[in-house]
């Protein structure tokens, strides 16, 4: 059975730095691409960040510069580097994996930015 596990949200003032991690078990996340989404309240859920099995790497707009998107396969997990954190960045973040037969979601990690 395959899970995503997201972890590292919390609260954290304008300017300052979180790291989430999605551990993944039931699969081997080295050969698959894999993204990272938010959803804030009211809005819908969006790509923040992708990274694929060759480590290539894209964003959105948004967040370029300031969030790096990596991964560590002999952990089996991917992880999201937030950096200089804006209120606007407040939301639930969540891990994805797609398979030629499948799509995954993380249980979601939530990421709390004050002014």
């Known amino acids: 059975q395959v899970q995503l596990v997201e972890s590292g949200g919390g609260l954290v003032q304008a300017g300052g730095s979180l790291r989430l991690s999605c551990a993944a078990s039931g699969i081997d996340v080295s050969i698959y691409a894999m993204d990272w989404y938010r959803q804030a309240p009211g809005k819908q859920r969006e790509l923040v960040a992708h990274i694929t099995s060759s480590d290539r790497t894209n964003y959105v707009d948004s967040v370029k510069g300031r969030f790096t998107i990596s991964r560590d396969n002999a952990k089996n997990t991917v992880y999201l580097q937030m950096n200089s954190l804006k209120p606007e960045d407040t939301a639930v973040y969540y891990c994805?994996?797609?398979?030629?037969?499948?799509?995954?979601w993380g249980q979601g990690t939530q990421v709390t930015v004050s002014a």
């Open positions: 994805n994996l797609e398979t030629y037969t499948a799509i995954y």
